[in-house]
């Protein structure tokens, strides 16, 4: 690189005191685990959403990957699997991009990876989401706001800014949905 001009020789030089060998995150899928879990406690405190566990099939899908991009490319997917998440367990769409990367051979465009296309829709999902899992209730200590960790007049005028409508009709859950949702650390989980 440096003979081609790629690379400055005297910041080369500089750097390569002391060289570090690393090998690709392809040749150490031991550590994916590791930097999985990592990844999703610091995103998750950085959006304050409370994610307790990693689908076992979220966690194969990761190992199974070729990681091109290394650990920066893990580190993206998590992260976007963070922002889709809504309940206390990643989401399964973490993988969507992986999936659809190894079927079509290629890498996939963002628009077809995710019915999510801007920032202002993965915040409508969410809210929408927790508003159907607390059965329309903005206030209280069970309600949205709550969980969402927003002050309720925020969440309300984050819902009329993104088009939500506040008089929600509440739906009643039959027994066995009441029995597929999970308490948790003050959060909301549909198990799966």
Not at 108 to 113: G, H, N
Request: proline share 6%; charged share 25%; hydrophobic share 45%.
């Amino acid at each position: 690189m440096v003979e081609r001009r790629h690379f400055r020789a005297d910041l080369f030089y500089r750097l390569s005191v002391f060289p570090i060998l690393l090998p690709p995150l392809r040749a150490r899928k031991e550590d994916i685990r590791d930097l999985a879990t990592h990844f999703v406690r610091k995103f998750s405190e950085q959006q304050n959403k409370v994610i307790e566990a990693i689908p076992e099939d979220v966690m194969v899908a990761l190992e199974e990957h070729d990681w091109p991009g290394n650990i920066r490319e893990l580190q993206n997917v998590i992260e976007r699997g963070v922002i889709l998440t809504t309940c206390g367990i990643l989401s399964r769409l973490t993988t969507a991009p992986l999936m659809t990367r190894a079927r079509a051979g290629a890498p996939a465009r963002s628009a077809v990876e995710f019915p999510v296309k801007t920032l202002a829709d993965a915040e409508r999902a969410h809210i929408v989401a927790t508003l159907r899992r607390t059965n329309g209730v903005i206030g209280g200590p069970r309600g949205a706001a709550a969980q969402l960790g927003l002050p309720r007049t925020t969440l309300i005028a984050k819902m009329a800014r993104l088009g939500i409508a506040t008089g929600l009709p509440r739906r009643r859950f039959s027994k066995a949905e009441q029995e597929s949702l999970v308490v948790g650390r003050g959060s909301v989980a549909v198990a799966g």
